[in-house]
């Protein structure tokens, strides 16, 4: 399957503070990618997507970059708040959806 | 925006037995749904695709008659542990897609066999 890996399994992080999460993946046919949160017991949720003619999207506090030249993807989260803390999944799409092992944000108060 | 219901959201049931979970798209119509697995403390990984009316797609060293999968319609997949065992605990999710791009995940369902 698909060669996701992520740089930093857990992070942490103070309240107010920016977060980076990064994400390697391996299929250069990748066209469009997901992050995803998962907070503990349930499912993840969407939280921004990127097309691969695109190298930036913004959300609210979130912006996705993507730089398909070293096929890396980073999630920047603005003033980091408790709410936040989660599960960080990002999934590069090929014809399904394969994790990697996620980077875990601890925010601290 | 794009629901997915999952039922039941957890289930214990004694070894031996099967369990049958749910995944029903509520306001669009799912080509594909996936099933995943997740044990404390790690990723998801991915068990099967199904396509609406034909046989699911199992990933390698998923027991297909273990873990039996009907998506007999356009908004419901099932899939059902046969003589679930206790190794069998963990939480299962499910995803749906129209294909058009975007997964939509349901809230899970924590199977713990006893």
């Known amino acids: 399957g698909e060669s996701v890996g992520l740089h930093l399994p857990t992070l942490s992080v103070q309240e107010g503070d920016n977060s980076i999460i990064n994400c390697a993946y391996s299929n250069s046919a990748s066209d469009y990618f997901i992050w995803y949160k998962q907070e503990s017991g349930k499912g993840p949720q969407f939280i921004i997507d990127i097309r691969s003619n695109m190298d930036k999207r913004q959300g609210q506090r979130v912006t996705v970059l993507l730089n398909k030249t070293v096929k890396h993807l980073s999630l920047q989260i603005a003033a980091t708040q408790p709410g936040d803390s989660a599960v960080y999944f990002c999934a590069p799409q090929s014809n399904k959806f394969y994790f990697g092992s996620g980077t875990k944000l601890n925010v601290k108060p | 925006g794009a629901v997915v219901s999952q039922h039941p959201s957890w289930v214990i049931c004694k070894s031996g037995t099967s369990v049958k979970i749910e995944c029903r798209s509520l306001?669009?119509?799912?080509?594909?749904m996936f099933w995943y697995r997740q044990f404390p403390k790690q990723s998801l990984m991915l068990m099967a695709t199904?396509?609406?009316?034909?046989?699911?797609?199992?990933e390698q060293g998923v027991e297909k008659d273990k873990f039996l999968i009907n998506h007999a319609s356009l908004t419901l997949s099932t899939l059902t542990v046969t003589s679930a065992h206790p190794e069998d605990s963990s939480f299962y999710i499910c995803s749906a897609t129209t294909g058009n791009y975007g997964y939509t995940f349901g809230s899970g369902t924590r199977l713990t066999v006893v």
């Open positions: 199904s396509n609406e009316g034909s046989k699911a797609t199992y």
């Open positions: 306001d669009f119509q799912a080509t594909t």
